[in-house]
């Protein structure tokens, strides 16, 4: 078996995190996923995974192998594209993002991309998590958050678009404790917040109206990293959201929600792509990056 192979199967073994998930994506049988995981162990004389009925755990000695062969694979797949087309635009493109922004945001642009770059291959892994660009083996991190990670020498940040946000209660809620009508109001209400990736919730809200300008801190009564999850408990009534205003806006218009202290504005959510410095100029990444930035505009 080619040892390019056995690794590129070891690598979806790992990522999938068992030998069927492995199977289903080559399209394989389960027993030959096996036989080719047994095969690389025995030709490096190591344990890569330790294997049970229920679970499948990645020893160490495993996880380092992995890590190399994400860069190998990537790099025999960069090596064999700029032989056939310096600036072709194809290979496979690893993406993280969060589940709502990248469900909801991203994924749809993707048929548009497709249709304009045929030869590229897109994983897109969404998780409420920050990743570890280099550790996962990510090429692009599509991150929203109101303090973008500033770019260190290892990695490049591209805005893509700044997301407005509203404050949000539905009416069955306001009925019950009130309408807010100054920002400070609402330290005395239930607070919906997100929390980021730092696990920290965000517990004070900032707001505008030049030349005024508050911080509020408000009370979490639930605090989550999934927006839409914060955006249906607002619905269901639980308490006040601050929310990305393209997440809510089928419920603003239905009036399952309502937009509350309008007068006043809130920082919005800076959305970039972040990826390695060492994939600057590579044309899948930056084809990549184009078409999402003119997408979100």
Not at 46 to 51: F, G, Q, S
Not at 89 to 103: I, N
Not at 222 to 235: E, G, H, Q, S, T
Request: a positive charge; one cysteine or more; proline letters at 6%.
């Amino acid at each position: 078996m080619d040892l390019l192979a056995q690794m590129a199967t070891f690598v979806r073994i790992v990522e999938g995190g068992s030998l069927s998930a492995a199977a289903r994506r080559l399209r394989l049988s389960t027993p030959a996923i096996s036989r080719q995981l047994r095969a690389l162990e025995e030709e490096l004389g190591a344990t890569l995974v330790l294997r049970t009925t229920r679970q499948l755990t990645v020893t160490e000695v495993g996880r380092a192998y992995y890590e190399r062969c994400v860069q190998i694979l990537r790099e025999v797949e960069e090596a064999q594209a700029g032989a056939r087309r310096r600036d072709a635009v194809e290979g496979r493109l690893v993406v993280a993002a969060s589940v709502t922004f990248g469900g909801l945001r991203v994924a749809p642009t993707l048929p548009a991309l497709f249709a304009a770059h045929p030869r590229l291959r897109v994983d897109l892994r969404l998780e409420d998590r920050l990743t570890d660009l280099v550790g996962d083996g990510i090429d692009v991190a599509i991150r929203a958050t109101t303090l973008l990670p500033s770019a260190s020498d290892a990695l490049i940040a591209v805005p893509l678009v700044t997301v407005p946000r509203v404050a949000v209660a539905a009416p069955s809620y306001l009925r019950r404790r009130g309408e807010p009508k100054e920002p400070a109001a609402l330290a005395r209400h239930d607070a919906l917040v997100q929390v980021y990736g730092s696990g920290a919730p965000a517990t004070r809200w900032r707001f505008s109206r030049p030349p005024r300008e508050e911080t509020v801190p408000v009370r979490e009564v639930l605090a989550c990293n999934v927006l839409a999850v914060l955006r249906d408990a607002a619905v269901a009534g639980l308490g006040v959201a601050l929310l990305p205003d393209w997440l809510v806006a089928a419920e603003l218009a239905s009036g399952q929600l309502r937009a509350i202290l309008p007068q006043w504005s809130t920082t919005g959510a800076s959305v970039a792509a972040l990826y390695r410095v060492e994939l600057r100029g590579t044309p899948r990444v930056r084809a990549f990056v184009e078409h999402l930035r003119r997408a979100l505009a």
